[in-house]
């Protein structure tokens, strides 16, 4: 599925070599855990028409090109993030999250899915927890 959205992506956006392309896709970005957001974006891509495709200057493969496919592409980048789970910590003492004094965990979550106890909201996906709070 990877390589026919990667052939839409290539006729509507910039020439791609796409089994390179999709290669590293799979082997940079790791899809066992988002195996199933993985291909419903690329489905979603490969079923576009190359003139729907948003596209820029300098833009490659790997992103969110088809307006119609904004939602699979959301749902596999919020997994990516999270690693599959629900929520997940991405950091540990940032900045953002300095109200809390001890190392703070900054977490995010999938869209509809609930932070644990005890977070603050920081974005509509991202939460500052108290240190050690479980995802």
Not at 96 to 106: L, M
Request: charged residues 15%; hydrophobic residues 35%.
């Amino acid at each position: 599925m990877c390589e026919a959205a990667c052939d839409v992506f290539s006729a509507g956006c910039a020439p791609e070599n796409c089994s390179i392309a999709c290669f590293v896709a799979v082997d940079q970005y790791p899809t066992e855990a988002c195996f199933a957001e993985f291909d419903a974006y690329h489905a979603c891509l490969a079923a576009q028409e190359p003139a729907q495709l948003a596209c820029g200057a300098d833009e490659n493969f790997f992103g969110p090109w088809a307006p119609a496919c904004r939602p699979e592409w959301t749902a596999y980048t919020q997994c990516r993030r999270t690693g599959g789970a629900d929520c997940a910590v991405v950091a540990t003492d940032v900045e953002s999250c300095t109200h809390f004094g001890d190392p703070p965990d900054w977490a995010t979550c999938k869209t509809g899915k609930e932070p644990p106890p005890g977070c603050v909201p920081l974005t509509s996906l991202d939460y500052c927890c108290p240190a050690g709070t479980p995802p």
